[in-house]
């Protein structure tokens, strides 16, 4: 019952400002003659005005002992809140006794101003400060935008990983403005500080954080967090909580000070570079640097080995210049295969049990077979390359059914398929099993496979 009162709160609080602003208006109106009549309603608008106010008041104070809201901002407004009710009050006194007309103009102005300050410090509450002027932090729809992190081994632990993950799961309901469970998650001092029930995080005590048990809990707990219906923290980022907690929580180390295992690193690598304005030829997950031995035996035997870009560990792999590469040949890349992501083996006598060591190389985006020894047996093994977006099989014997093992595959954007064994109406069919992707069947133009090393640049937001 509380609870609804308080809730009540957000729609009442509109009519005291509609109903008074009204009443202001009619007041300065009913002075011109032939709007005289307004000034029985005048007075009328001012009570029901003063009414809702009052009203607004007491809900406004029973939503303020939820403690959601921050402390200084809530008093302020209440404050104010409680004096524009009085002032209204008085203005209608000031009315209704018919003073003089100094008085009643200096009332209305004064009122008025009051219903401005409390209405803005109030939209300051429930949009965040400084919401009049543009700005919405710790709105729960505003996407914060995370900053690069180029390299996360250099990045300080707390303020380029997870402040910035806080900020865009937490803070909506931990912050400034609002403070579900007395919990700030926004400074330092408050994230040791804790909540109601005490300290969110014990550094290097994982179990005994409250913020990470709570992480941990299933999502239909009610102690989960985030509640069930928000965004909720990946595998990785709970991951990188995780560990941040359990080697200290230090706020100003630096990543490559704090220790970490190897699935750590692994795991932090995820968070270095910008997932989502990667270039698109490269995949969007960071890679951790291939074996130098590895990149060595591949050039001893004539391979051009080169990064895909200039600050990516991705490798592009070219076989074109070595005489008669066979099977052997390409085991060469099983150390390297986390690293490969373009592979060109154009015009080489390669058959299918290449195949299954290029299957497990599974960040591969470019794949070049075309006028290989490769049959359908082989292109099945493929249909585990997720990050595969070209992928180039002219001049082989490759036939409907083994591209069709192939429509799982949804990144795939560009299907060289010209001089295979598809005929006639097997393109259209091909064509529905791949609705996004480009079918090359004919006048066919060898795509460029960039041998120069690019830079992957980071589109302005
Ligand atoms: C939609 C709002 C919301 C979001 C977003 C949210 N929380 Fe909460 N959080 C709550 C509420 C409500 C409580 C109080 C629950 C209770 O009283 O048990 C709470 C309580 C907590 C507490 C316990 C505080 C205490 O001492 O009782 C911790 C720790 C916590 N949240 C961590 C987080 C973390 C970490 C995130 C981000 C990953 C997060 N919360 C995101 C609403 C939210």
Known sequence: MIGIIGHLHPLLVHLPIGILVLAFLFYWLMRLKQYAFLSKVMTLTLLAGTISAFLSCITGYVLSLDGDY??????????????????????????????????????AIVCMLGIMITGHLGGSLTHGEGYLLGGSI????????????????AAVAYKDLVQPLLQEKCYSCHAANKQKGKLRLD???????GGKNGEAIKPGNVSESEMIKRLLLPKSDDDHMPPEQKPQLTEKEIALLHWWVASGASFDKKVNELSQTDSIKK?????????STATPDIPSV????????????LKQRGVVVIPVAANSNYLSVNFVSVDSVTDKDISLLEPIKEQLAW????????????????ASCKNLVKLHLDHTNITDVGVKYLSSLNELKVFNCVGTVVTFNGLSELKGLKKLQQLYAFQTKLSGQEWKSLQQLFPSTRIDS?????????????????PKR
């Open 70 to 107: 921050a402390s200084g901002l809530v008093g302020w407004h209440q404050n104010v809140a409680l004096l524009t009710t009085m002032l209204s009050l008085g203005w209608f006194y000031v009315m209704a006794t018919e003073q003089q007309t100094w008085v009643r103009h200096a009332a």
């Open 138 to 153: 710790g709105d729960d729809d505003s996407v914060i935008a995370r900053k690069q992190v180029p390299d996360v081994q």
């Open 187 to 193: 400074l330092p001092e408050y994230i040791l500080k």
């Open 267 to 275: 795991m932090l690598l995820t968070f270095q570079g910008s997932s």
């Open 286 to 297: 960071a890679v951790i640097p291939a074996p130098p031995a590895a990149i060595q035996a």
């Open 343 to 358: 592979l060109k083996l154009s015009g080489q006598p390669i058959s299918d049990s290449a195949l299954k060591t290029i």
């Open 442 to 458: 004919g006048n066919y133009v060898v795509p460029t496979f960039e041998s120069d090393t690019t830079l992957v640049t980071v």
